[in-house]
Structures are given as C-alpha cells and as structure tokens.
C-alpha cells in the first residue's frame, strides 16, 4: 500500500490538515514496525496502544490513528482522530481492497488451513506474484493487517481465516470478498463455542458470505456435514478420498522425501509432495484446482507441487543425529487431525521402528475426555511406544494401560521422561511421529535429537 494520508482520511470518512505524509502499511506493533507504516493503537485489557504512539513516531511510523474518547492526544504527532481504532483498521482495508485487481483466495477449515494455504501459495508462486497470510494473522486484525500488505501488483492473495464464534468467518469473508474459497474439514476444535459439529459445519460455511459472484466454492467432499450446505450452491467443487468427488485421489505413497499419488476426475496425473501424510495430500487436492482455475497446466503444476513449502511443524520431516526420523506435526492437534496422523504412522513403510509423541488437545468442551480416550482405537498395536504429554494425555493413558503391549509412558508437564525414553531405545530405523496442540509444545521432545 502507498497513500497519501489524505486519500487514509478520505477511505475514513474523516478530515485531516496533514500533507504529504506518505503510508505505506500499517502496524499494530512497535516491535515489527515498518518506516512509513501508519501505527493503530489498540486499548487491551493489560496495554493501552495509545502510549506507545510516540514511540511508533520515533520508530519510522509516518502517522498514528488516536481514538476519539482516548485523552491528551498529543499535539505535536501526525494523528488521525476516529472513532474506534479497530473499525478504522477494518475500514482501511475494505476500501484498499475494493481498488486492488488481485484474485483473493480465502481458505477456512478445522485443521488443515495453514497446509492448504502454504500449498496454494507454492503452486502459484512459481509463476505469479503470490501473497499470503503470514503466521496466525487471520482474525479480525489480522486479516485486515494483511490486506493492507499486499502490493498493488499482486495477483494472487491467499487467506487463511480462523474463528471460535459464529459470526467471525462471515465477517472476514464480507471483509476480503474471496474470488475463490476453500474449506478444508471439519473437525473439532471450538466445539465449546459451537456446540457441535454441525455448529462447526455451519460457521465455517460462513466463508461463502462475501464471495464474489462469480466465486467458486472448492470443499471436503468427503465431509456429509457439509452436503446440505452445499446442495443448493452455485459453483461447488469438492475434493476428496471418496471416488464420487469431482477431483480425488489414489495410490498414495509414502517415502522419505514426502508423498506421491494420483489424481482423477477433473484432472488425472501423478503428483509428488515433499510433505507426508494422506491429509495433506487431501489438502493438495485444494492447491491443484486453484492451479487449474489460475491456468497452470498439469506439468507447471507437477514442477511447483514438487518443490513446496510449508510453515514447519505440519508433518515436517526432521531427521535425528542417530538416523532416526520424526514427524514433528506438533503445531496443533484435533481428534480428526491426530486420527490422520496416526493413521499415517501405522501405514508408513519408511521404517519398521515406530513411536508416537502425542500431547493434549485442547478447546474441546466437555467431550474433551471421551475424544482423548477415543484415540485409543487408532494406536496400532504394531507400535513399539507411545508417549504421552499433558494432563488430559492421562485418560488415553489409562485406556492403553488395559490393551497397549508396547512401551508406554505418562507424564504430565515435564518433556525429560519422554527425552529419556527416546534416547534409551530409537535408532536408525527408527520413525517418531510427534503431534499435540499449540500449547503443549512438543517440538522440545525433539530438540535435542537435533542439536549439533
């Protein structure tokens, strides 16, 4: 973005006697500030933004948004005065949006929507200047924060977008007015917000509200909860296991350096990912009708897939100094996403050797006991060990003390038993798949493996 800040006032609504002040993004922190970013101060429940504007000044920041019921702005900063803060932000980006002829690519889902949007945006890197979402800026602020980031040239804007209530996924869809949007799955999470999976199904369909009219809708066709949503919708794709989808794939394999598998339907051809785990072949399907829809053909397609990238902890491969391999999948876990990835290490041929970390799953309600129970269906006897993390982590543990020959190992907040473990008993032939929610921070089990 580059404005004047009189064209900022005017996308406002507001009017201003600074001149010549040239934005060119906006920040909502200090800390990661650009030279020429319009600073937006944020009132929190510990920080008041505001006190921090002079200090934005002094940092590069080329003006500052002070809210009006805010005292003593001061008088000698370049400020815009408005109403709220965070409708401002929003404001800025909804009118940034509307004179950009960037193709928007919103991506919602229960797990899988960071992969999906890493996916998508390698695909088309290649051969088109991409933009996307980066770490976990796809809520109210961040989403917008993003928009205000694209370039004028960009062609492709692809966005993740995350929600916890009804309501949320509707208002960044109206906000970022998608040409194209993706569901990814329905799972789990939130489910003491939503109330079911259904709740799930439906909020997550709320991603259809701003999409343009002459949007496509690409979904999880192997998902029933979302049948009725898209029954009567026009221009609904869906993707999938099942041979009924209009793109779906078969013949996955599973090797050290990442997936291969076919694809049929809209398109057939033989892909390879440098990712492991049939989910995330499931999330490539996405990827492939965004290339399709963008022009690519089936080799440009096949040449970028093969060498994509993905934010690390999503079925990342890291090997260990000993020749061991994890799977550090530790980024955030759901029952439906733990599922796949057990499901991965039971079928995997890459070593005979093999071990899961799993941690606790977290925002689950009050099922949270029975869906951490109930992946005791899906550890495979064939597993050497299992380590388990975390207090909920206790009654898959009590489950598995009844039935799991293997090792097994409980604790609740301290990573040195499960080190230990590992240390005493992985090789070479070794695989350990390690998998729990954001908070449990799993990837400490694997760090030192690594280490130099």
């Known amino acids: 973005m580059k404005k004047k800040i009189e064209q900022v006032a005017k996308w406002l609504g507001i009017k201003t006697n600074l001149k010549d002040i040239e934005v060119t993004g906006a920040s909502i922190n200090t800390r990661t500030l650009n030279p020429g970013d319009l600073f937006v101060p944020f009132r929190g429940e ?26 003593n702005p001061p008088s000698d900063l370049p400020l815009l005065i408005v109403d709220d803060c965070k409708i401002a932000l929003q404001e800025m980006a ?114 259809t509200a701003g999409l343009e009219t002459h949007g496509k809708l690409f979904y999880d066709g192997d998902e029933p909860l979302l049948r009725p949503h898209v029954k009567n919708f026009f221009q609904a794709v869906s993707f999938g296991f099942d041979e009924e989808n209009e793109l779906t794939v078969t013949d996955i394999k599973a090797t050290e350096n990442g997936s291969s598998f076919m694809v049929s339907g809209i398109i057939d051809a033989a892909f390879t990912i440098p990712v492991l785990g049939d989910h995330q072949v499931k999330n490539t399907l996405a990827a492939i009708l965004i290339a399709l829809e963008a022009g690519l053909s089936e080799e440009e397609i096949r040449k970028s897939l093969k060498d994509a990238a993905l934010t690390d902890m999503r079925m990342q491969i890291i090997p260990a100094k000993n020749g061991a391999t994890f799977i550090n999948d530790a980024y955030n876990a759901a029952p439906s996403s733990v599922k796949a990835a057990l499901n991965f290490i039971r079928e995997t041929t890459m070593k005979e050797d093999k071990w899961v970390v799993l941690g606790d799953m977290l ?90």
């Not at 921090?52 to 500052?64: L, N, P």
């Not at 060990?385 to 982590?393: E, H, K």
């Open 46 to 71: 510990k920080v008041n933004g505001h006190q921090y504007v002079r200090q934005a000044i002094e940092a590069g920041a080329s003006a500052s948004l002070w809210q009006r019921d805010e005292p």
């Open 94 to 207: 909804r009118a940034y949006r509307d004179e950009l002829s960037t193709t928007f690519i919103g991506i919602t889902g229960s797990n899988g929507k960071t992969s999906t949007k890493d996916l998508v945006a390698s695909v088309l890197k290649p051969y088109f200047k991409v933009q996307k979402t980066q770490g976990n800026f796809n809520n109210e602020l961040g989403m917008p924060l993003t928009i205000l980031s694209l370039d004028t040239d960009t062609k492709f804007a692809v966005l993740e977008m995350g929600m916890s209530e009804f309501g949320e996924i509707q208002f960044l869809s109206e906000l970022a007015r998608p040409d194209y949007a993706i569901i990814t799955n329905i799972g789990e999470a939130h489910m003491e917000n939503l109330g079911s999976r259904e709740g799930i199904a439906q909020a997550k369909f709320e991603i």
């Open 363 to 452: 925002e689950l309600g009050d099922q949270e006991r029975e869906y951490h129970e109930g992946l005791g269906k899906s550890i495979s006897s064939e597993l050497t060990g299992v380590c388990l993390y975390g207090p909920r982590m206790k009654w898959l543990h009590e489950k598995l003390e009844l039935s799991f020959k293997g090792k097994l190992l409980w604790t609740e907040s301290d990573y040195e038993p499960i080190i230990t473990l590992l240390e005493e008993n992985i090789s070479a032939d070794s695989i350990i798949l390690v998998k729990g929610s954001r908070g449990m921070a799993l990837e400490h089990v694997i760090e030192p493996f690594t280490e130099q």
